[in-house]
Nanobody, 123 residues
Framework: QVQLVESGGGLVQAGGSLRLSCAAS????????MGWFRQAPGNEREFVAY???????DYADSVKGRFTVSRDNAKNTVYLQMNSLKPEDTAVYYC?????????????????WGQGTQVTVSS
């Protein structure tokens, strides 16, 4: 069982930056692939980024070059650095954990989810 708690969301102007954190409970964090997803009102939850157990990363096209995902296994934490934010990045951001790693861009792949943190980008 893994419990995930996101933090770091807030209100920022377009062009600004935020760093989201996701703290995981348990002693097996390093065994999990970690993903970030987001959901805007009226939209489905969409893939943002993932970082595998061995720190392979991938990003949605919409955030490539602006967002960076990283992990610190000693702190049981995964991060999402978001730069050059746009109003269309406004959403609730969720982190998620998965052990199998078959298709890390799919929300259905993940076993555990955090409660989400709101990111609002004003124009």
């Amino acid at each position: 069982q893994v419990q995930l708690v996101e933090s770091g969301g807030g209100l920022v102007q377009a062009g600004g930056s935020l760093r989201l954190s996701c703290a995981a409970s348990g002693r097996t964090f390093s065994r999990y692939h970690m993903g970030w997803f987001r959901q805007a009102p009226g939209n489905e939850r969409e893939f943002v980024a993932y970082i595998s157990r061995i720190s392979i990363t991938d990003y949605a096209d919409s955030v490539k070059g602006r967002f960076t995902v990283s992990r610190d296994n000693a702190k049981n934490t995964v991060y999402l650095q978001m730069n050059s934010l746009k109003p269309e990045d406004t959403a609730v951001y969720y982190c998620a954990a998965d052990q199998a790693g078959w298709s890390l861009i799919r929300a259905s792949e993940y076993d555990y989810w955090g409660q989400g943190t709101q990111v609002t980008v004003s124009s």
